[in-house]
């Protein structure tokens, strides 16, 4: 699991993907959920405006699965 590493309280699920390179410009985020199955905690997410915190575990298919955490 990769831990990512933030300098907020919290970041939105599309600059998290971003962040952890599974796509290149935020734009993409929309087409990219729609495409590819995202779980945050467990549960399936596909609105690019999430709100993530510290201890949120997100699993992308094909990618891999992320901690955030506090950096």
């Known amino acids: 699991m990769k831990k990512i590493a933030i300098h907020t ?3 939105t699920l599309g600059q998290f993907l ?3 390179d599974c796509i290149s410009t935020g734009g993409h985020a929309k087409s990219f959920l729609q495409e590819t199955p ?3 905690n467990g549960e399936p997410e596909n609105r690019r405006g999430r709100k993530l ?3 949120d575990l ?3 298919e ?3 699965e992320f901690q955030v955490v506090q950096g």
């Open 9 to 11: 309280d919290y970041i």
């Open 18 to 20: 971003k962040l952890a």
């Open 38 to 40: 995202v779980l945050v």
């Open 53 to 55: 915190v510290q201890g």
């Open 58 to 60: 997100v699993k992308v």
């Open 62 to 64: 094909g990618r891999g």
